[in-house]
T-cell receptor, first 117, second 111 residues
Framework: AQKVTQAQTEISVVEKEDVTLDCVYE???????LFWYKQPPSGELVFLIR??????QNEISGRYSWNFQKSTSSFNFTITASQVVDSAVYFC??????????????FGGGTRLMVKP | SAVISQKPSRDICQRGTSLTIQCQVD?????MFWYRQQPGQSLTLIAT?????????ESGFVIDKFPISRPNLTFSTLTVSNMSPEDSSIYLC????????FGPGTRLLVL
């Protein structure tokens, strides 16, 4: 069985602060994909990143960075110098690559980020 | 990346009625997925729709309640049947093309 845990249900920061969203996952599969999505108030799900389980390099994209630690089964997401437009619900998700589970994304509960001016 | 559109974007329906949601993709894809997001909750997979075969439903979802059609490789529909207020959710269509993309969602409110 697969499981994704986002322990922080809600985070509130002031603009320009850095913020890290935690994601811990469980899977028995040796190969899998990890994802982060952003869901702004409008409701659409915006793809941010996909990471293959074999690729443990951290990634940076502008103000966004991701820290994948296979040893601790974590895939954390950091926003540097947060902005009001970053306010959204962020979901971490896991997809296995084999069998029936390979068809399905397992989502964490989401973290609501509120960035105040 | 795949471009996905859904119709309607939102609707308000009376209990006991049915609503059919359409999902259109700009490229041919083997599998299409339907997810539900109840208010304040995460996303849950309803079913996987393959062209030319019956949809595969996840635990807790049944074909009589959520019939799905997949007439070709770019289109699918999800019907929410005999609706109750508990069906009020966002329904999202999704495809895998390299990564996994989602449509804009259909916001359904059942009164």
């Amino acid at each position: 069985a697969q499981k994704v845990t986002q322990a922080q249900t809600e985070i509130s920061v002031v603009e320009k602060e850095d913020v890290t969203l935690d994601c811990v996952y469980e899977t028995r599969d040796t190969t899998y994909y990890l994802f982060w999505y952003k869901q702004p108030p409008s409701g659409e799900l915006v793809f941010l990143i996909r990471r293959n389980s074999f690729d443990e390099q951290n990634e940076i994209s502008g103000r966004y960075s991701w820290n994948f630690q296979k040893s601790t089964s974590s895939f954390n997401f950091t926003i540097t110098a947060s902005q009001v437009v970053d306010s959204a619900v962020y979901f971490c998700a896991l997809r296995a690559t084999v069998g029936n589970a390979g068809n399905m994304l397992t989502f964490g509960g989401g973290t609501r980020l509120m960035v105040k001016p | 990346s795949a471009v996905i559109s859904q119709k309607p974007s939102r609707d308000i329906c009376q209990r006991g009625t049915s609503l059919t949601i359409q999902c259109q993709v700009d490229s041919q894809v083997t599998m299409m997925f339907w997810y539900r997001q109840q208010p304040g909750q995460s996303l849950t997979l309803i079913a996987t729709a393959n062209q030319g075969s019956e949809a595969t439903y996840e635990s807790g979802f049944v074909i009589d309640k959520f019939p799905i059609s997949r007439p070709n490789l770019t289109f699918s529909t999800l019907t929410v049947s005999n609706m109750s207020p508990e069906d009020s959710s966002i329904y999202l269509c999704s495809v895998v093309e390299g990564t996994q993309y989602f449509g804009p969602g259909t916001r359904l409110l059942v009164l």
